[in-house]
């Protein structure tokens, strides 16, 4: 992947949720996140690929899940702290809740 790819990638997911790209220039690893947002602290990761494990995750919630129910995957590693688990959603399907 180019810097390119990464910057639009940015770009494109701080235009839908109504952010705005912060530029990497002069900033350190933590000092700002990728987006600026009102509410969000948003790091944006792009990947060749995500793990075929946690789409099934999210196929299996999207499946069960009843009327206007918010289909979510909650990851946790094994000796962690229930709090500090993860939880997987569509952009979509957040925006469309709570943006």
Sequence with gaps: MTDKAWKHNERMIAKYIGGKRVPI???QRGDAPDIEH???SVEVK?????PEWIKDGMRQAEASKRRSAMPVLIIREKGQRVEDA???TTLKEFRDRYL
């Design 38 to 40: 009102n509410w969000l």
């Design 46 to 50: 792009l990947r060749q690929r995500v």
């Design 86 to 88: 993860l939880i997987c």
């Design 25 to 27: 220039t002069g900033r």
